[in-house]
Nanobody, 124 residues
Framework: QVQVVESGGDSVQTGGSLRLSCVVSGYMATKFCMRWFRQTQGARRERVADIDDRNRDAYADSVKGRFTISRDIARIAGYLQMNNLQPEDSGTYTC??????????????????WGQGTLVTVSP
């Protein structure tokens, strides 16, 4: 059974930093795409950043230059370093894994394993 567990969410002030972690267990394939989504209450879930098993990464325009996604090559784990956080970055951040080996053009429904999410709150 595949499990996806996020951690690292917290409350910070504007301009602060957080590092989110996503640890995947029970996933036996070598190819994958890992994506961070975020969602605020009443809003649609949006893509934040993703990385594949070949370390190709991509970001939403709203976080480019501030967020960095990375992964642990020894296991299936990913990290989202978030700097210069703004109130609009607040939300529940969820990590998801797809069995497809490229993140390009993947829709949410093509992600097979999801975590429960971790809450990020950025105060003015």
């Amino acid at each position: 059974q595949v499990q996806v567990v996020e951690s690292g969410g917290d409350s910070v002030q504007t301009g602060g930093s957080l590092r989110l972690s996503c640890v995947v267990s029970g996933y036996m394939a070598t190819k994958f795409c890992m994506r961070w989504f975020r969602q605020t209450q009443g809003a649609r879930r949006e893509r934040v950043a993703d990385i594949d098993d070949r370390n190709r990464d991509a970001y939403a325009d709203s976080v480019k230059g501030r967020f960095t996604i990375s992964r642990d090559i020894a296991r299936i784990a990913g990290y989202l370093q978030m700097n210069n956080l703004q109130p609009e970055d607040s939300g529940t951040y969820t990590c998801a894994v797809s069995v497809y080996d490229t993140c390009t053009h993947l829709d949410q429904k093509e992600f097979h394993f999801w975590g429960q999410g971790t809450l990020v709150t950025v105060s003015p």
